[in-house]
């Protein structure tokens, strides 16, 4: 009898073992993955976002979905780089590219001389320009006419640099977490007007007819800028990627993406200067 609960007491054991050895030997789940090599195991290439910036990255249906998640999927796969992309938020995005908690970004995030001395940048994907925010019927016509006035903005972004760069910093520039929450506040008349990329602008006044939002243009204090995918400084995932954005840009498959996206024919010309 003594014997046989040993041998049951071991027969045990020896089972959980086996168990935990293979729930450690489980793999993470990743959103999206490219570049497969007949069943090898490869390091995939952590990838984070800020999925509240439509239609660049945005939750649909617990989803990741948007222009640059297309694009990082082309642009992985003519790399043959597997990847996870995951969703962590804006300023989280910056300090876990620091840490190196992930290998690489993509937000719709502005190639910047600022941002250049902490990261290292991919070559430009999508050229943007900030633009005017209202209600209908705003006085607003171009960006001077903004002085006096609250100005609505995401916090750490280019739409804030823009703001302060023209009226400075101070309580009438209102920094928010989101630009979903920032075009909210102007909803609810918290701000009188809104800086963000026109794309976004755009986007949301297109899907929401009935918030009675207008989209004002001001190229000569708005500059063009442009997007790029972020990494940490001196990553050697910067040239891969750029190699491979090239082949997407070379091959049609970013115009294709662009279009999908937008409607129209993207001015790659710009893009490749």
Excluded at 58 to 71: A, E, H, N, P, S
Excluded at 81 to 91: Q, S
Excluded at 177 to 199: F, K, R, S, Y
């Amino acid at each position: 009898m003594l014997k046989m609960k040993k041998g049951l007491f071991v027969a045990v054991v020896a089972a959980l073992l086996m168990a935990l050895a293979a729930c450690g030997g489980k793999s993470t789940e990743t959103s999206s993955s490219s570049g497969g090599d007949g069943g090898a195991t490869k390091k995939k290439v952590v990838v984070g976002t800020d999925a509240a910036f439509a239609p660049f990255e945005y939750m649909q249906k617990g989803k990741i979905v948007g222009f640059d998640v297309d694009l990082l999927d082309a642009v992985m796969k003519a790399a043959g780089l597997d990847y996870e992309l995951k969703n962590i938020g804006w300023d989280p995005l910056f300090a876990s590219l620091q840490s190196k908690e992930v290998d690489m970004g993509i937000s719709g995030i502005t190639i910047t001389d600022e941002r250049k001395q902490s990261y290292d940048f991919s070559d430009p994907y999508f050229e943007a320009t900030q633009v005017i925010l209202v209600k209908q019927g705003s006085p607003v016509k171009n960006a001077l006419d903004l002085k006096g006035k609250t100005i609505g903005v995401q916090n750490a972004t280019t739409g804030q640099e823009a703001a302060e760069k023209l009226f400075g910093k101070g309580p009438h520039i209102k920094k928010f977490e989101t630009t979903v929450v920032a075009i909210m506040e102007l909803l609810n008349g918290g701000v009188d007007a809104v800086i963000t990329d026109n794309a976004v602008a755009n986007e949301y006044v297109k899907n929401n007819p009935n918030k009675k939002l207008q989209v004002i243009e001001d190229p000569k204090n708005f500059a063009s800028e442009y997007y790029g995918m972020i990494f940490p400084k001196n990553s050697e995932l910067k040239a891969k990627v750029d190699e491979a954005l090239k082949n997407v840009i070379n091959s049609g498959k970013y115009t294709e993406i662009y279009k999908k996206w937008f409607g129209k024919e993207p001015k790659l010309d710009r893009l490749k200067q």
